[in-house]
């Protein structure tokens, strides 16, 4: 079955700093990319959607000059928190769609602590 | 028994006994269902999905109905076991908005030996 990739699983970052977050499909070519942020006992929010080769969609309320995705290739988007602080702290979690409408993988997420 | 927490409502059930899980969605017009299970610390999981030209389907163990008229959607699992206790989102795609899927408030699953 479809699998995707997500790196770190955990990170913890200083504040004023910047993470770089991996999502990668491992056996397809994902045509879009979606990532989302979870707060604690909260469900998932859709921040993005990228598009391979150009650039990213962010949902309203989303800085996209503090959160930067980039989806190079139709096996990688990149998301990076840019000067990062304590209200960043999260769990990221990008989804991989194949294609056509319906078949998303989700990675196994990502708990940012910026401290 | 059902209760709200801060802001998961949770379900608590028997192990052996059947659970339904409730989600009221948003947009009369999505065209596509789909039930996760996230367990903690880590990604959803696809459980089942349904269209919305469909009113029930039926998987392994769990079965999801429909109900378009009050934008109802349920999940139902059959002999609850213990590693079926996590968090349960419902989620909904409408075409019209780039297929992107647009996630419930979720309900934890809490099963008692």
């Known amino acids: 079955g479809a699998v995707v990739s997500q790196h770190p699983s955990r990170v913890i970052c200083k504040s004023g700093t910047s993470v770089k977050i991996e999502c990668r499909s491992l056996?397809?070519?994902?045509?879009?990319m979606f990532w989302y942020r979870q707060f604690p006992k909260q469900s998932l929010m859709l921040m993005a959607t990228s598009n391979e080769g150009s650039k990213a969609t962010y949902e309203q309320g989303v800085e996209k000059d503090k959160f930067l995705i980039n989806h190079a290739s139709l096996t990688l988007s990149t998301l990076t928190v840019t000067s990062a602080h304590p209200e960043d702290s999260s769990f990221y979690i990008c989804s991989a769609r194949q294609g056509a409408y319906y078949g998303y993988t989700f990675g196994s997420g990502t708990r940012l602590t910026v401290v | 028994g059902e209760s709200v927490g801060l802001h998961l409502p949770t379900l608590s059930v028997q192990e052996g006994d059947n659970s339904i899980i409730n989600c009221a969605y948003s947009?009369?017009?999505?065209?596509?269902f789909i039930w996760y299970k996230q367990e903690s610390g880590k990604g959803p999981q696809f459980i089942i999905d349904i269209r919305s030209n469909m009113d029930k389907r039926q998987g392994q163990r769990v079965t999801v109905l429909l109900n378009k008229t009050v934008k109802h959607l349920s999940l139902q699992i059959a002999a609850t076991q213990p590693g079926d206790s996590a968090v349960y989102f419902c989620a909904e795609i409408y075409t019209g908005t780039a297929s992107k899927l647009t996630f419930g408030t979720g309900t934890r699953l809490q099963v008692t030996l």
């Open positions: 056996d397809f070519q994902a045509t879009t």
């Open positions: 947009n009369s017009a999505s065209d596509y």
